[in-house]
């Protein structure tokens, strides 16, 4: 995988740390002297609403958005917006998923079986993690659960980058008060 562009949509709700994931990745693959774009769409984030940020490192990057059936990896905060990235997804897709689905107002809930029937029509490389309950048991803190995933994805080599360039990156990006428990999120995983 190292000759190869590696392209990554992250989709999740407002305030589950999108962007701060975005900036952890592009750091670390920047450090890694690979040639880093990357994109982001807010929507009513403040409210809840959809948060989508993408990422593609590698060599020769042209544009910071991925393509129709073009991701690599979808990393998916919550259930319902694991959905809404189908567009990215081809066979060849992978799905790390963190088992959470945040209540739509005024409507009911997608059950979680058929989330998983409607991806497995495009993938069946999907990994569902109870990331955020993890990181609530082990950490007090359910917002952790996107530096988990990541973790998770390096040490399952589902992201082509190095667990050093990560840490570094958090190290550098997470303000000095969050560190310690970003740190130890990120080394949950390895357990």
Known sequence: MENKNFNLVIVGVGGQGQITLLRILAQAAFSEK??????ELHGLSQRGGSVEV???FG???????????????VLALEMHEA???????????????????VPIPGQSSIPENEILNEIKKFTKEIAIINAAEICKKELGNEILA????????????????????????????????????????FNLAKS
């Open 34 to 39: 690979k040639e880093v774009k990357t994109s």
């Open 54 to 56: 993408q990422i593609r």
């Open 59 to 73: 060599k020769n990057i042209q544009s910071p958005l991925v393509s129709q059936a073009g991701a690599d990896l």
């Open 83 to 101: 959905l809404r990235a189908l567009y990215y997804c081809s066979e060849k897709t992978k799905f790390l998923i963190n088992k959470n689905l």
């Open 146 to 185: 996107g530096i988990y995933l990541i973790g998770y994805g390096i040490n399952k080599k589902i992201i082509p980058l190095k667990r050093e360039s990560i840490f570094n990156a958090i190290k550098k990006l997470i303000p000095e008060k969050y560190l310690e428990l970003n740190l130890r999120a």
